[in-house]
């Protein structure tokens, strides 16, 4: 089961469960969408996998599975976020 993670851990905006601006990849680090799209160009700066839209929690399972509360804000070095794309951006998300 996915955390739902709170927050962008770049920018720190605030993602509660039913955001529709919460991208996350398959290690389920969590960005805003501003942050996936401009910033990472959909590439997580973490693991150089790919950032999707999250799934949405259904309100009426938040009391039996709650989102998580821990908040991780680590803000990226653009530096080596833009490195990461040039040595992987034009490779597939399946290939990398």
Same mark, same amino acid.
């Given at each position: 089961?996915? =955390?739902?993670?709170?927050?962008? =851990?770049?920018?720190?905006?605030?993602?509660?469960?039913?955001?529709?601006?919460?991208?996350?990849?398959?290690? =389920?680090?969590?960005?805003?969408?501003?942050?996936?799209?401009?910033?990472?160009?959909?590439?997580?700066?973490?693991?150089?996998?790919?950032?999707?839209?999250?799934?949405?929690?259904?309100?009426?399972?938040?009391?039996?599975?709650?989102?998580?509360?821990?908040? &991780?804000?680590?803000?990226?070095?653009?530096? &080596?976020?833009?490195?990461?794309?040039?040595?992987?951006?034009? &490779?597939?998300? =399946?290939?990398?």
């Amino acid at each position: 089961m996915l =955390e739902i993670r709170p927050s962008c =851990e770049h920018c720190n905006k605030k993602l509660p469960y039913n955001s529709i601006q919460a991208m996350i990849c398959s290690f =389920e680090c969590t960005y805003c969408t501003t942050c996936a799209q401009k910033l990472f160009k959909n590439i997580c700066p973490n693991c150089t996998g790919n950032l999707t839209p999250r799934p949405i929690r259904p309100s009426y399972h938040i009391d039996k599975h709650p989102a998580a509360t821990t908040v &991780i804000f680590d803000p990226k070095d653009l530096k &080596i976020t833009h490195q990461q794309f040039s040595d992987y951006g034009h &490779i597939p998300p =399946e290939k990398r």
